[in-house]
Nanobody
């Protein structure tokens, strides 16, 4: 299974970016889809998850109120809208798929994308 992220880039503080993650896997709708990020020297951090049940979502504390996750099962794509970006958001962002209906822990994810880099700097 291949997950392909896109949308990363270099922006200034306060700017917005939208990340996308798409797959050709037929089971997309059955998976919880999450976003994680990792900065140099830090552990991988949970950012957000969109559950496979209804429209449930959950966010890491550091992004609540600024980031929005959404999914389009018809397009087999999950998005991460990132607003009010801060230098602390600089990281490689990873898309991941879990067989569970919802998952906040990286160990609960089964498939990972290659990552897309986001740099927030003035």
């Amino acid at each position: 299974v291949q997950l392909v992220e896109s949308g990363g880039g270099s922006v200034q503080p306060g700017d917005s970016l939208r990340l996308s993650c798409t797959t050709s896997a037929r089971d997309f709708a059955k998976w919880a889809m999450g976003w994680f990020r990792q900065s140099p020297g830090k552990e991988r951090e949970f950012v957000a998850v969109a559950t496979s049940i209804g429209n449930g979502v959950n966010y890491g504390n550091s992004v609540k109120g600024r980031f929005t996750i959404s999914r389009d099962n018809a397009k087999q794509t999950v998005y991460l809208q990132m607003n009010s970006l801060e230098p602390e958001d600089t990281a490689v962002y990873y898309c991941a798929a879990s067989f569970l209906p919802i998952a906040n822990d990286a160990r609960q994810y089964n498939y990972w994308g290659q990552g897309t880099r986001v740099t927030v700097s003035s």
